[in-house]
């Protein structure tokens, strides 16, 4: 295989990775918790942008933090393993420092 055939892959696969890490950032995971009483929402940017607690969980403050706590790495995890699946499929299986 020769450089400028090596560099057009490159560049493809670039472009390729590009248009996945943009889907992914624009992607909402949910997660939830105490039985759907807590639900959170991140991005693939790891971003939470939202958190719904159900109003009868109001009185009991430890029940609801360590329930926040649950939904919001819940959602994270299916964040990174979605983001571990798309772009190992394109680097075939490579970790890439950095990307995840």
Request: proline share 1%; aromatic share 2%.
């Amino acid at each position: 295989m020769n450089i400028q055939a090596l560099m057009k892959q490159a560049q493809q696969m670039q472009a390729k990775m590009q248009k996945i890490e943009k889907e992914l950032n624009e992607t909402s995971y949910e997660g939830t918790a105490g039985g759907g009483a807590v639900k959170v929402t991140v991005m693939g940017t790891m971003e939470v942008t939202a958190i719904e607690i159900d109003q009868d969980m109001m009185d009991d403050a430890e029940v609801v933090a360590e329930s926040v706590m649950l939904a919001v790495n819940k959602a994270l995890a299916d964040a990174k393993k979605d983001r571990e699946n798309k772009m190992g499929t394109l680097t075939q299986g490579v970790k890439m420092p950095g990307m995840f």
